[in-house]
Nanobody, 128 residues
């Protein structure tokens, strides 16, 4: 059974940095697409970034491009989200998600319905 466990959230000042981790277990993830989504109170779940585990290709929401970096560690089966230049509007619960093969096209990676597994989320609060 696939399990995704996020960690690394917390309280940070605007302009600061933080790295989220998603520990994945229960499968071989070499053909999966892994992603980060976020959800702020009263808002829909929003795509942040995705990575094709096998190719390493990455995709980002316009709102985080240039500030966030998604990466994976094959040895530890962990996906990371490095977040720099944080803004108050980045405040949300951040979720890790996994999509079984086959990989979907990049244009569809932003839709939560395309993912099969989800973590429990980790809270990020950015103070202005």
């Amino acid at each position: 059974q696939v399990q995704l466990v996020e960690s690394g959230g917390g309280l940070v000042q605007a302009g600061g940095s933080l790295r989220l981790s998603c520990a994945a277990s229960g499968r071989t993830f070499s053909s999966y697409v892994m992603a980060w989504f976020r959800q702020a109170p009263g808002r829909e779940r929003e795509f942040v970034a995705a990575i094709n585990w096998s190719s390493g290709s990455t995709y980002y929401a316009d709102s985080v491009k240039g500030r966030f970096t998604i990466s994976r560690d094959n040895a530890e089966t962990t996906v990371y989200l490095q977040m720099n230049s944080l803004k108050a509007e980045d405040t949300a619960v951040y979720y890790c998600a996994a999509r079984r093969p086959p990989a979907t096209v990049p244009q569809l990676m932003r839709f939560p319905s395309k993912y099969d597994y989800w973590g429990q989320g980790t809270q990020l609060t950015v103070s202005s």
